[in-house]
């Protein structure tokens, strides 16, 4: 079984900065495409940014600019380096990622339990 297991949320002030990691433990083959996604309240989960296990990485416009995206493949862990940070950032942010347990089945989705961040003006 694989786990997505996220840490570095909190409170911030806006214009400041936080670094989220997820780290990606359990008995499989590699880890593909890792997300970061965000859901603020009322509001539906949206993708903020994501990361090829080659390095390619794509970001929401809401966020370019002020968010970058990372991994380590070597320890499976993603990364997202938040700046400029404002009030309409704050949400629950969840990681994601499709991940190979087997040479014989297809990846699957994997979702963390989600790190909420609050940015108060």
């Known amino acids: 079984q694989v786990q997505l297991v996220e840490s570095g949320g909190g409170l911030v002030q806006a214009g400041g900065s936080l670094r989220l990691s997820c780290s990606a433990s359990?008995?499989?083959?590699?880890?593909?495409?890792m997300r970061w996604y965000r859901q603020a309240p009322g509001k539906q989960r949206e993708l903020a940014a994501a990361?090829?296990?080659?390095?390619?990485?794509d970001y929401a416009n809401s966020v370019t600019g002020r968010f970058i995206i990372s991994r380590d493949n070597a320890n499976n862990t993603v990364y997202l380096q938040m700046t400029g940070l404002k009030p309409e950032d704050t949400a629950v942010y969840y990681c994601?990622?499709?991940?190979?347990?087997?040479?014989?089945?297809?990846?699957?989705?994997?979702w963390g339990q989600g790190t909420l961040v609050t940015v108060s003006s």
């Open positions: 990361i090829t296990s080659d390095g390619r990485a």
């Open positions: 994601n990622a499709n991940v190979k347990s087997r040479r014989w089945l297809p990846a699957i989705e994997v």
């Open positions: 359990g008995s499989f083959l590699n880890v593909n495409v």
